[in-house]
C-alpha cells in the first residue's frame, strides 16, 4: 500500500508512466531497435491499416522514460552542481503559489528554476539548500484548499522525506526562523526576480542577499541525456503536430483551424501545454513575428507561418515552417524561402563549441546566417535582403521555450538552441521563418528536428500527397 504522498509524487510523472506500464513489449522493442519516435512516424506512413493502429500504438508508448527514482537522484544531482557553483552558501528558493502562478485560464504552473532544483509540482513549497543538507518546505494540509484542487503532500505525511528526495521536509511555517539559523555565518543567495523572492528578505532582515540567477541558468544551460531525451518528445509532438497541419491546409480554411489541429495532436499524446501561444500567420500576418490573433481566413498563392511547439512533461519544443497554402511555391516565394533555408543551414554548418548564438561579429551564428541572406538575393529595389532579417538567429530551449541563459556563455556540448532565421518583406506579403532545434555536440550540433521536411521541394511532396 503506497502512501499518498507516494501517489502525489508518481503522479508528477503521469505520461511516462502510464505508457510504460501499459505497452511493455513496445518499449523492450524501443530499447533493441534504438528507433526515434521521428522514424517510427516515417514507416508508420508507409503500413497498412492495421499496421497504423500499431504503430499509433508504439509512438504513444514512446514517452516512456526515466523513473520517478532516476529524476529523483537526477534534481539530487542539479542541487549538488548548484553548492559547487557557490561552495559554502545558502540558497532559499522560493516556488510558485496557486494564486501567483496560476489563473482560472491556464492553470497552476511551477516555477522553473524551481522545478529544475528540486522536482516539485505542487504549489507553494520552499526549499533552503545548504552545504550541510537540503529542505523542502510544504504547506501544511488544508481541507478547503484540497476541496478545489485535490490531494497535496505535506510535511505531516509518513515517508515523505524519501519520496521527495531530500534530508529534511518541514513545514513552510518554519521557513523564517530555520533560514535565520542556516544562514548564521554563512553567504546567502536567492532567484532576485522570482516572484516571492521578498520572503526571503523578509526572513533575514538587514542581511545581505545575492542573485543565484546566472549561477542556476548555466546549470540549465546544458541538457543531461534524460533532458534531451524528453526534448525529443517534445519536437517529436511537434513534428506529428506541423505534418498534421500541412495534411488539412487548404485554401478558405481560418488560421484557427489549422492551430486546432495542431494543439490537437499533442494533446492527445498526453502533452500538457502549449509551449507558447500558437502562432499561425497567413499571407499577410507571415510578417507579423509574434502574430497570436489567428482569425484570418487564407487564400491559394499565400504563404502560411506556422510557429508551433508543445509542452511536454515540462518541456518546450519550438518549431517553424512556413508553406504554400496551395501546395506550390511561387517562382518568387521559392527564391526567397531558399535563401532562408540557405542561412539555416549555413548557421547548423557552424555551429560548435565555443561560437555565439546571439549577437553580431566574428564568432557568431547569427553573423553568419545575416552575411548569407546580404550574399544572396535581392529586394524589388534591388537592395540587399538583410534589412528584412528582424530578428536574433535563435536561443536556448529546455524546461521555457526561452529557456534561462548566461548570456556571456558561448556554446558547449549539451545545450539545446533553436536556429530560426527569417524574412519578413511586407511590401511582397512574403514572411518566411524556418525554425529548428540542435543540440551541441562535441564536435558540431545534431539536428533535432530534422524528421520535418525543411526542403521546399520535399514540403512540396508531402503537401501533394494531401487529400
Ligand atoms: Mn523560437
Same mark, same amino acid.
Not at 201 to 226: H, N, P, Y
Given at each position: @500500500?503506497?502512501?499518498?504522498?507516494?501517489?502525489?509524487?508518481?503522479?508528477?510523472?503521469?505520461?511516462?508512466?502510464?505508457a510504460?506500464?501499459?505497452?511493455? !513489449?513496445?518499449?523492450?522493442?524501443?530499447?533493441?531497435?534504438?528507433?526515434?519516435?521521428?522514424?517510427?512516424?516515417?514507416?508508420?506512413?508507409?503500413?497498412?491499416?492495421?499496421?497504423?493502429?500499431?504503430?499509433g500504438?508504439?509512438?504513444?508508448?514512446?514517452?516512456?522514460?526515466?523513473?520517478?527514482?532516476?529524476?529523483r537522484?537526477?534534481?539530487?544531482?542539479?542541487?549538488?552542481?548548484?553548492?559547487?557553483?557557490?561552495?559554502?552558501?545558502?540558497?532559499?528558493?522560493?516556488?510558485?503559489? &496557486?494564486?501567483?502562478?496560476?489563473?482560472?485560464?491556464?492553470?497552476?504552473?511551477?516555477?522553473?528554476?524551481?522545478?529544475?532544483?528540486?522536482?516539485?509540482?505542487?504549489?507553494?513549497?520552499?526549499?533552503?539548500?545548504?552545504?550541510?543538507g537540503?529542505?523542502?518546505?510544504?504547506p /501544511?494540509?488544508?481541507?478547503?484548499? &484540497?476541496?478545489?484542487?485535490? /490531494?497535496?503532500?505535506?510535511?505531516?505525511?509518513?515517508?515523505?522525506?524519501?519520496?521527495?528526495?531530500?534530508?529534511?521536509v518541514?513545514?513552510?511555517?518554519? #521557513?523564517?526562523?530555520?533560514?535565520r539559523?542556516?544562514?548564521?555565518?554563512?553567504?546567502?543567495? $536567492?532567484?532576485?526576480k522570482?516572484?516571492?523572492?521578498?520572503?526571503?528578505?523578509?526572513?533575514?532582515?538587514?542581511?545581505?542577499?545575492?542573485?543565484?540567477?546566472?549561477?542556476?541558468?548555466?546549470?540549465? @544551460?546544458?541538457?543531461?541525456?534524460?533532458?534531451?531525451?524528453?526534448?525529443?518528445?517534445?519536437?517529436?509532438?511537434?513534428?506529428?503536430?506541423?505534418?498534421?497541419?500541412?495534411?488539412? *491546409?487548404?485554401?478558405?480554411? #481560418?488560421?484557427?483551424?489549422?492551430?486546432?489541429? =495542431?494543439?490537437?495532436?499533442?494533446?492527445?499524446?498526453?502533452c500538457?501545454?502549449?509551449?507558447?501561444?500558437?502562432?499561425?500567420?497567413?499571407?499577410p500576418?507571415?510578417?507579423?513575428?509574434?502574430?497570436?490573433?489567428?482569425?484570418?481566413? @487564407?487564400?491559394?498563392?499565400?504563404?502560411?507561418? @506556422?510557429?508551433?511547439?508543445?509542452?511536454?512533461?515540462?518541456?518546450?519544443?519550438?518549431?517553424?515552417?512556413? !508553406?504554400p497554402?496551395?501546395?506550390? #511555391?511561387?517562382?518568387?516565394?521559392?527564391?526567397?524561402?531558399?535563401i532562408?533555408?540557405?542561412?539555416?543551414?549555413?548557421?547548423?554548418?557552424?555551429?560548435?563549441?565555443? *561560437?555565439?548564438? $546571439?549577437?553580431?561579429?566574428?564568432?557568431?551564428?547569427?553573423?553568419?546566417?545575416?552575411?548569407?541572406?546580404?550574399?544572396?538575393? /535581392?529586394?524589388? /529595389?534591388?537592395?540587399?535582403?538583410?534589412?528584412?532579417?528582424?530578428?536574433?538567429?535563435?536561443?536556448?530551449?529546455?524546461?521555457?521555450?526561452?529557456?534561462?541563459?548566461?548570456?556571456?556563455?558561448?556554446?558547449?556540448?549539451? =545545450?539545446? !538552441?533553436?536556429?530560426?532565421?527569417?524574412?519578413?518583406?511586407?511590401?511582397?506579403?512574403?514572411?518566411?521563418?524556418?525554425?529548428? *532545434?540542435?543540440?551541441?555536440?562535441?564536435?558540431?550540433?545534431?539536428?533535432l528536428?530534422?524528421?520535418?521536411?525543411?526542403?521546399?521541394?520535399?514540403?512540396?511532396?508531402?503537401?501533394?500527397?494531401?487529400?
Amino acid at each position: @500500500m503506497r502512501s499518498l504522498a507516494a501517489r502525489l509524487l508518481s503522479n508528477t510523472r503521469k505520461t511516462e508512466l502510464l505508457a510504460a506500464k501499459q505497452i511493455p !513489449v513496445f518499449l523492450n522493442n524501443r530499447k533493441q531497435n534504438g528507433a526515434r519516435p521521428s522514424e517510427v512516424a516515417g514507416r508508420c506512413r508507409r503500413v497498412s491499416r492495421v499496421g497504423k493502429v500499431l504503430c499509433g500504438l508504439l509512438l504513444l508508448a514512446i514517452p516512456a522514460l526515466a523513473s520517478d527514482a532516476d529524476w529523483r537522484q537526477e534534481y539530487a544531482r542539479r542541487r549538488a552542481a548548484l553548492r559547487k557553483a557557490l561552495p559554502d552558501a545558502v540558497v532559499a528558493l522560493v516556488g510558485g503559489t &496557486e494564486a501567483e502562478r496560476g489563473d482560472l485560464r491556464s492553470g497552476f504552473q511551477q516555477e522553473s528554476n524551481f522545478y529544475y532544483l528540486t522536482g516539485w509540482r505542487e504549489p507553494g513549497a520552499l526549499a533552503i539548500l545548504t552545504p550541510g543538507g537540503d529542505y523542502l518546505l510544504l504547506p /501544511k494540509r488544508s481541507d478547503v484548499r &484540497e476541496r478545489y484542487t485535490g /490531494k497535496k503532500a505535506s510535511p505531516e505525511d509518513s515517508g515523505i522525506g524519501p519520496l521527495t528526495g531530500f534530508d529534511h521536509v518541514l513545514s513552510t511555517d518554519e #521557513f523564517g526562523p530555520k533560514l535565520r539559523e542556516l544562514a548564521d555565518n554563512r553567504s546567502v543567495f $536567492t532567484l532576485e526576480k522570482v516572484s516571492g523572492a521578498e520572503k526571503v528578505k523578509e526572513a533575514l532582515g538587514g542581511k545581505e542577499i545575492q542573485d543565484a540567477t546566472l549561477a542556476v541558468a548555466r546549470l540549465r @544551460m546544458v541538457k543531461s541525456a534524460r533532458e534531451v531525451e524528453q526534448l525529443q518528445v517534445s519536437i517529436d509532438a511537434s513534428v506529428a503536430a506541423h505534418l498534421a497541419a500541412w495534411k488539412r *491546409m487548404a485554401a478558405g480554411l #481560418f488560421e484557427y483551424q489549422i492551430a486546432a489541429t =495542431m494543439g490537437n495532436t499533442y494533446f492527445e499524446r498526453g502533452c500538457e501545454r502549449h509551449a507558447y501561444p500558437p502562432i499561425v500567420g497567413s499571407g499577410p500576418n507571415s510578417i507579423v513575428l509574434h502574430y497570436g490573433a489567428n482569425r484570418r481566413r @487564407m487564400d491559394q498563392g499565400e504563404l502560411l507561418l @506556422m510557429d508551433v511547439g508543445a509542452e511536454c512533461s515540462s518541456y518546450a519544443a519550438d518549431l517553424t515552417r512556413t !508553406v504554400p497554402v496551395s501546395g506550390r #511555391f511561387t517562382p518568387r516565394q521559392r527564391e526567397v524561402y531558399d535563401i532562408v533555408l540557405g542561412a539555416q543551414n549555413a548557421a547548423i554548418a557552424a555551429a560548435r563549441p565555443g *561560437m555565439k548564438l $546571439t549577437g553580431t561579429g566574428a564568432g557568431t551564428l547569427n553573423q553568419i546566417a545575416l552575411d548569407y541572406v546580404n550574399a544572396h538575393g /535581392k529586394d524589388l /529595389k534591388g537592395a540587399p535582403l538583410g534589412k528584412y532579417y528582424l530578428h536574433q538567429l535563435g536561443h536556448h530551449v529546455g524546461l521555457d521555450v526561452h529557456d534561462a541563459t548566461d548570456g556571456s556563455i558561448a556554446l558547449a556540448p549539451g =545545450m539545446v !538552441v533553436t536556429i530560426e532565421p527569417g524574412l519578413y518583406i511586407a511590401e511582397e506579403n512574403i514572411g518566411i521563418r524556418i525554425e529548428d *532545434m540542435i543540440l551541441i555536440t562535441e564536435n558540431g550540433a545534431k539536428l533535432l528536428s530534422g524528421a520535418l521536411p525543411r526542403e521546399a521541394g520535399d514540403i512540396e511532396k508531402a503537401l501533394k500527397r494531401r487529400k
